[in-house]
């Protein structure tokens, strides 16, 4: 089969997953809006970035590619209890003090560092600014701003007007604790103890919009507005996705079990509320990795994870995009912080692929894939002509060997000495080679593994050159000799590297590089040596391969 015909036989899983909606809704539909829910119960972490963020804008925008009327709603959950799980008390500086929170609404918590509005405001803060770069056009809706809505409060009323047949649907979903018969389907706020767990409601006046309840805590008796209280959370579900119209929703793989809340979400929306629920899509969780070790599951209220902003310190959005496409949703990935120029490098290979400046030795349908997922994971308009790399490895090297006073400007000199760059740069391939070497920075200084991180020598350490071999000296005098100046580049310095080492046995290639490193930076690993050669000014580099190749006086 050539490889045309193979590539004609390609689909990528987002391609397919928006064939697969618009089937659904039938060939004449001409909006599908998206949604994802969060629930800001702590830590909002990049795991959310998968389904709730990537899955669903990228499947928005290909809806508008295709003509359809699309948007992407991103809706918190901020009416859900405060759960007071101890990862979550230990926020505050003092725990058993913010006990007394357990129970209210998320967005009636407060602040635990005191400086902003509330819990919600506090964990939103390194999550919903950063969702730019990794999505395009989202609409962010809270579910306490939901319940002031009109339409909401219609919904309400029709609920808890027809609420034995919802109790019927429900109790399906509970056998073993089933609803009273004098169930009301929603929770409202206690007056005096503000939780929203604890109250029962008694009676409703729908006219004004009242419910009375008593409350379970603090026995206190009264009647509030439904406005603050809360649909029964299966209820919630399906109402959110009727206000919203909702067509395609993914959700976590906890939901997705067969009679779990997403099943009964789907049965309250077809037979209760009368409308087709959203397409139904799984996603699985994305594990954490710290010091090579999986930290299991991210997780938000148990601060298990890192943030979006977190990640464009160090990283393009587009990478972690490519990450989350290029890797069927039902499939777990795990992160870690410290791996980051693999995720880049990652990223970079899908680039050149798509442009074919690489051309893999890969399956056809492989090869597709790549490119398909590449061309997905990007949020702007992709370049005619590829866009210009600089390996983070290299800014991660350039920005240590570089006083930080003379960045950028000393590392562009450096990139363009050895050719890596072109001597003239547009402002767009200056502005991002300068967002990389301050994200090579951020990730040398707070994330990379030690071997990433040098320090260089002002001179070799005492007494190195009296251990060398007596077979190495005549070698580092060839290296020496060989380094040519005047042709200072990565590439040059590599050919002559591998020239020189090529025949040698790998022991012998150990204590080599061994020499170099300790010479150059006293440990015995550091980053690839041309690399490092070529940043470096050649005068200094070819009289410390000489001390190597000199005998002790
Ligand atoms: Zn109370």
New binding site residues.
Partial sequence: MSIVTEERDYQHWIDALVEEAINYWGKRVSKIDCSCGLSVSGLQHVGRLRGEITLANTVMQQLRQKGLDSKHYVVRYTSDEWKGKESQLAQFPDPTKAKKYVGRRLVDIPDPQCELGSWVDRYWLDFGPYLDYFSRDTTVVSTNEIYTWPQMHELIRFTIQHRERARKIINKYRVRNPYPKDWFPINVI?D????IN??TVVSVDLNAYTASYR?D????EGTTSIENGKLSWRLEWAALWKILDVGFEPFGKDHATPGGSRDSAKEIAETFYNFKPPVPYANEWVGLIENGVDKGDMGSSDFNGFTPKTWVSVAPGEALRYIYLKNKSMKRITLGLEYIPNYIGQYERAERVYYQIDLPRAPPLEIADIRRSYELANLDPLPEMAPLQVPYLHAVLLTQIIPEENLPDAALEKLTETGIIPKTLTDNQRTSITTRLDRARSWVTSFAPASYRIITLSAPPDGLRDTVPDELRPVFQQLHDSLNPDEWTEEAITTTMRKLTESMSKDTQRGFFEFLYQAFFGTDKGPRISTYFAFTDSLLIRDRVKYLATLPK
């Fill in positions: 206690c005096a103890c503000k939780r604890t109250t409350c805590e603090c026995s206190h």
